[in-house]
């Protein structure tokens, strides 16, 4: 019993090391970069020893690959979780989306390890990340398969349509992170909803609440936002007060939402 005790009590102590190298990892390779970072670095930031690193992994490319699978299989239950609490293929899809950006937005070191620094690991991590958007892609995909099977959207390929929703999370990510915008990556979930439902073809008139949402939202990274009816021109400080079809500064007009309004209503 004593023994199986003492046992119990070493396999939480080495756990506990290897979550805190993890921990101390991400702070190194966000600030430093994948190919900068060394393991000396992480053994500073840990506060252990090089032994206790290479007792819990090969080198540096093993704490990386270790981290990343730990940080992916976060996002995944946190997806899935947000999932479970709602019903319907598009409301689910809808959430996973939601439930990545905010994530993304609130962890901003581990957004750069994901999406930046996992590119620069070259060809021997391709397999591996493959592996990671494959996972990502079958999330979606799922859900999507609900989508069609309860009649919400129309009997397409939803791997193809996964990988799409993918694709386009991610570059708005990069763009995010390389803008080192303090703008709230959130705040472009309702533009990126409109667009990727309407690809897949939901039902018009769900499509014309998210248009009727994108007008009160925050525009793109880096330009002036949209303005509602009785809100004022935060930039032009003369206190106007705009229709709600109105945009402020971000290549967009008024004839261009009359024109997404019609297309959604007919």
């Known amino acids: 019993m004593e023994a199986t005790q003492g046992s119990d009590r070493q396999a939480e102590r080495r756990e506990s090391t290897r979550r805190k190298i993890l921990d101390a990892a991400v702070r190194v390779f966000a600030e430093k970069g ?3 970072a060394a393991v000396d670095d992480i053994v500073r930031a840990s506060s252990t020893s090089k032994g206790a690193v290479y007792f819990h992994f090969p080198n540096k ?17 946190r997806m899935e979780l947000a999932i479970d609490a709602e019903k ?12 990545a950006l905010q994530f993304f937005g609130s962890h901003r070191s581990l957004a750069r390890i994901l999406v930046v620094e996992v590119l620069g690991l070259g ?13 990502f892609t079958e999330l979606i995909k799922k859900h999507l398969d609900r989508a069609v099977a309860d009649g919400s959207i129309p009997i397409q390929d939803t791997e193809l349509a996964a990988r799409v929703w993918l694709g386009a999370l991610n570059e708005l990510a990069v763009r995010w992170l ?13 533009a990126l909803s409109a667009l990727l439902l309407r690809s897949i073809g939901y039902e018009q008139s769900a499509l014309s609440d998210q248009l009727s949402a994108i007008s009160c ?3 793109a990274i880096g330009v002036r936002r949209k303005v509602c009816s009785g809100e004022e021109d935060a930039e032009s400080g003369a206190g106007g007060v705009h229709d709600r079809s109105t945009y402020v500064g971000d290549g967009s007009n008024a004839a261009e939402r009359d024109r997404l309004s019609r297309k959604a209503d007919s």
Request: charged share 20%.
């Open 34 to 36: 994948y190919h900068e």
């Open 217 to 219: 939202q925050p525009s």
């Open 61 to 77: 490319q093993g704490v990386f690959l270790a981290l990343v699978e730990y940080l992916s299989g976060q996002v995944i239950d």
């Open 178 to 190: 390389y803008a080192e915008s303090e703008e709230s990556l959130e705040a472009q979930l309702p």
């Open 123 to 135: 060809n021997s991590f391709h397999p591996r990340l493959l592996s990671l958007r494959v996972r």
């Open 88 to 99: 319907g293929g598009i409301n689910r899809v809808d959430s996973a989306l939601r439930t």
